[in-house]
């Protein structure tokens, strides 16, 4: 089985300084991992993926994301956010076997003050 | 490249009415999605297609019926309304079922039944 946790629904930070978003997973085969970005009335946009390549995915608009399998944990970050990142993101976890299944995190909610 | 198209964008419905949402894409991906997304819950997947003339169940099917008669195309029918889904319904598209491939989003259909 597999399954995905996003630790914060809303995390807030300062134009400027940097962001963290954490997402830890579960998964009982290679998994890949995925972070979407949801704008309002939008729908999600790709931000990175990780597919068992390099544990360090740089993703759009400056995001990075590195895979951690000791902590089973992918969490999202960048150096310096910008009022245009203000949005919701989603962590989703995949993985392959002959049940391939797809789950999103419940999403954290990225406020950024002025 | 439009991407991934839903129709309509809002509508409002009263309890036992019908109605089909529309998702056209322009990749020619083989699979296709819809999903549900609930304020807390994330997406939930309502029922996908792995190629034209297919359709399987997701996660939460029950009152819902899909269709998909050309591969561009996939319909979402409501046949009885009802309040609880009143939510916001995604379509997307991948080029296969793979892991590791990413799915491309339309914008959203914003149904609300009163």
């Known amino acids: 089985a597999q399954s995905v946790t996003q630790l914060d629904s809303h995390v807030s930070v300062s134009e400027g300084t940097p962001v963290l978003l954490r997402c830890n997973y579960s998964?009982?085969?290679?998994?890949?991992l995925f972070w979407y970005v949801q704008h309002p009335n939008k729908g999600l946009q790709l931000l990175l993926k990780y597919t068992s390549a390099a544990t360090l995915v740089k993703g759009i608009n400056g995001f990075e994301a590195e895979f951690k399998k000791s902590e089973t944990s992918f969490h999202l970050t960048k150096p310096s956010a910008h009022m245009s990142d203000a949005a919701e993101y989603f962590c989703?976890?995949?993985?392959?076997?002959?049940?391939?299944?797809?789950?999103f995190g419940k999403g954290t909610r990225l406020h950024i003050l002025p | 490249n439009a991407g991934v198209t839903q129709t309509p964008k809002f509508r409002v419905l009263k309890t036992g009415q019908s109605m089909t949402l529309l998702c056209a894409q322009d990749?020619?991906?083989?699979?296709m999605y819809w999903y549900r997304q609930d304020p807390g819950m994330g997406l939930r997947l309502i029922h996908y297609?792995?190629?034209?003339?297919?359709?399987a169940k997701g996660e939460v099917p029950d009152g819902y019926n899909v269709s998909r008669l050309k591969k561009q195309n996939f319909l979402l029918g409501l046949e009885s309304a009802a309040p609880s889904q009143t939510s916001v319904y995604f379509c997307?598209?991948?080029?296969?079922?793979?892991?590791?491939?990413?799915?491309?989003f339309g914008d959203g259909t914003r149904l609300s039944i009163l």
């Open positions: 297609s792995v190629g034209e003339g297919t359709t």
């Open positions: 989703v976890v995949s993985q392959t076997n002959r049940d391939d299944k797809i789950i």
């Open positions: 990749m020619n991906h083989e699979y």
């Open positions: 998964s009982s085969y290679s998994p890949s």
């Open positions: 997307a598209s991948s080029w296969t079922g793979s892991s590791n491939q990413p799915q491309h």
